[in-house]
């Protein structure tokens, strides 16, 4: 099958080669085993199902008749059906927005054998209208997207995934050549984000069949790792965006209310932004991702309601504003920037009251107790781990899926500890601070080298809360000595003073100790020097342009060859909009830059472009050339 499923991937998806692990994926299925596939976001897991199909069932394989794809998001559903009807591939939907007649004839279209691929939501596969279909359609793979979404250690578990397994047994498996109805349906299951742990829930719940499993790497290079420390958070996004002027962002927040703010803030400043949160209603809610995925708005302020699964893939800078819960809920929402494999920049702004504001609104699941509670602390200590670490961004992400590289232990230059201060946008001379680490050191001795940092500002503060004054700390000589730092000012320089090693804390329960290092400071009168701590309305340092900022070696201005650029941004803005579906599904920044550089003179080379198979040169061949000879003034440089 694989000589098959390369013609096909070209010819209808424009693409002529697999990445890693997608040939191996599709020959598993076509042979009608199940699989477990664990691939990055933008490592390419929906064409492990959408390809297959597309191959001809009757050379004896399990697909070519109808692929079930299950998918936890409405907005994933439409986006990668109208890219699929783009590519003249019948796929429809099964979800709450449609209509009864509608429901009805995609129900029907789907059982008649009419349709490759139809999308649904668990909880809609799971009713009692879609009985029926379940009963007459013959299906050739099942595809559950998302499945760590089954497992309770996952970062986003839901329970209508459960019923999952149950289902799939009521599936009527479509028939081979061979005449045989085979041991069942198989079942694809896709995730970017899972454990070892999370993998085995995921074979477990869905009943997979000694499941071929597939594990590609996690590492995403192309993806600028950094973080920093929170001073003004709107003005450090500006500050990131302003490196990708023709680039889409989404700046990641911790609450609804946050997001509506920030996205006016960044509005107000001349970055057209948008909120996206489960606060508005479902048509605001989907209008603003449509404006955001059109490019109408250059970037979208979310909470982790927003992007799995979006598949726009020029997403080039991407901020937390807040902490994540999880690394797994990091490296999900940090996957969706450089889908396209250009540079793209990832920046995490950190402060310590993030850790206490995502510990409040988990109460309810400590006080639940059990294993949920026990992996959602120890997700929050890994998250924090990650945060505080003087580390190896890649080394320490890929270390928590169980990957270790040694090109990149060795040190990497996609993230800002490895980069230093030329590829940091916040490096800063440390100065001396002795005498504020100093009061810190000597406050932690004071309160007995057993609390942690928090408790140990509020008694530098000179606080008088309840558990200051029941333990008597309030009369300690360092109670309120450090009133001329506030209160994030002496957190961070606690963060700073365990990374040189002066602290030590404990990692089950926070406490914070003197190493010897500290008590030999003390005993040398040593000072000590360290980055000064932002106040709250510090502004940030100035960055240096992100290398690549546009894409890797970007052209002149005012050249024939930004001339062309332009041009042909603007044919994609019309033809997406005489098409009413979004600039990457007519072609992709790659495609964009891989027209400039080659600039084809016929439709032979035009095919030698990435992205562009013969569905997309027969639809739009035409324009593209000659867009391309004008844009060149007439002269058209023909490259082989």
């Known amino acids: 099958m694989s000589r098959r499923a390369r013609e096909v991937l070209k010819e209808v998806f424009g693409y002529d080669s697999f990445r890693p692990l997608q040939e191996e994926i599709i020959d598993a299925v076509e042979a009608g085993e199940d699989a477990l596939a664990v691939m990055p976001t933008g490592g390419g897991k929906s064409l492990c199902y959408q390809l297959p199909a597309l191959i001809d069932g009757a050379t004896g394989g399990a697909t070519g008749s109808l692929v079930l794809v299950v998918s936890p998001l409405i907005a994933l559903m439409r986006e990668q059906v109208a890219f699929l009807r783009g590519l003249g591939v019948e796929a429809r939907v099964l979800n709450s927005t449609l209509s009864p007649d509608e429901w009805r004839a995609n129900a029907e279209a789907a059982a008649a054998g009419e349709l490759r691929l139809l999308y649904l939501a668990p909880e809609t596969l799971a009713s009692p209208r879609a009985y029926d279909l379940l009963n007459r359609a013959e299906i050739g793979l099942f595809a559950v997207d998302e499945a760590h979404c089954i497992s309770e250690w996952g970062h ?52 997979l069949r000694s499941p071929r499993r597939f594990v590609a790497s996690f590492d995403r290079p192309n993806i600028f790792l950094e973080v920093r420390r929170r001073a003004r958070a709107v003005d450090q996004a500006l500050e990131l965006a302003s490196s990708y002027p023709e680039g889409s962002g989404i700046v990641y ?25 489960a606060g508005l209603s479902d048509d605001e809610r989907a209008a603003n991702q449509d404006r955001f995925i059109r490019d109408e708005v250059r970037a979208i302020c979310a909470t982790t309601a927003f992007g799995m699964g979006i598949d726009k893939p020029d997403v080039r800078f991407l ?25 793209a920049r990832a920046l995490l702004l950190f402060a310590y009251s993030d850790a206490m504001k995502i510990r409040s609104l988990m109460a309810r699941d400590e006080a639940e107790g059990g294993e949920r509670a026990i992996a959602v ?24 899926f169980g990957e270790r590289r040694a090109t990149v232990l060795e040190g990497c230059s996609s993230c800002d500890i490895c980069a230093g201060a030329a590829g940091s946008s916040d490096a800063q001379a440390e100065e001396d601070v002795t005498t504020q680490a100093y009061k810190l050191l000597s406050c932690v001795k004071r309160t007995g080298e057993r609390f ?13 809360n309840e558990r200051v004054l029941g333990l008597g700390h309030a009369e300690l000589s360092t109670w309120g000595i450090g009133k001329e730092w506030a209160r994030g000012q002496w957190l961070d320089l606690a963060n700073q003073l365990l990374r040189k090693g002066y602290l030590a804390k404990d990692e089950d329960y926070g406490g914070l100790s003197l190493t ?3 008590l030999e400071a003390f005993r040398e009168k040593s000072p000590i020097a360290a980055v000064p701590p932002p106040r709250a309305k510090t502004a940030p340092s100035s960055a240096p342009r992100a290398e690549g900022a546009a894409r890797a070696g970007s052209y002149p201005p005012g050249s024939a060859e930004a001339a062309l650029e332009s041009a042909l941004r603007a044919l994609r803005r019309r033809l997406a909009e005489e098409g009413r579906v979004p600039n990457y599904m007519i072609f992709s920044d790659r495609t964009l830059y891989e027209l400039v550089d080659k600039a084809p003179a ?31 003034g007439g002269r058209v440089i023909l490259i082989p």
Do not use: N, W
């Open 602 to 632: 016929d439709e032979a080379a035009l095919l030698r472009v990435f992205g562009m198979g013969e569905v997309k040169a027969r639809r739009f061949g035409a324009v593209i050339l000659e867009t391309i000879a004008r844009g060149r």
């Open 377 to 400: 602390e120890a997700a929050l200590r890994a998250m924090l781990r990650y945060a505080e670490s003087a580390s190896c961004r890649r080394a320490t992400l890929l270390a928590h």
């Open 156 to 207: 986003d578990f839901r329970p209508e995934y459960r019923a999952l397994g149950e289902i799939r047994k009521r599936l009527k498996p479509a028939r081979r050549a061979s005449g045989g109805a085979g041991a069942g349906v198989a079942c694809l299951a896709l995730t970017a984000t899972a454990t070892e742990r999370v993998r085995e829930d995921i074979v477990a719940q869905l009943g």
């Open 516 to 518: 010897p290092r500290a």
């Open 452 to 464: 942690g940092a928090g408790h140990v500002v509020d008694v530098l503060l000179g606080s008088r």
């Open 319 to 343: 901020v937390h504003a807040d902490l994540p819960k999880s690394l797994e809920q990091y490296y999900q929402e940090v996957g969706r920037a450089g889908r396209d494999g250009l540079p």
């Open 253 to 277: 927040c911790f609450s609804r209310a946050r997001a509506e703010s920030f996205a006016a803030d960044l509005s107000a400043r001349g970055l057209p932004a948008l909120p996206y949160h």
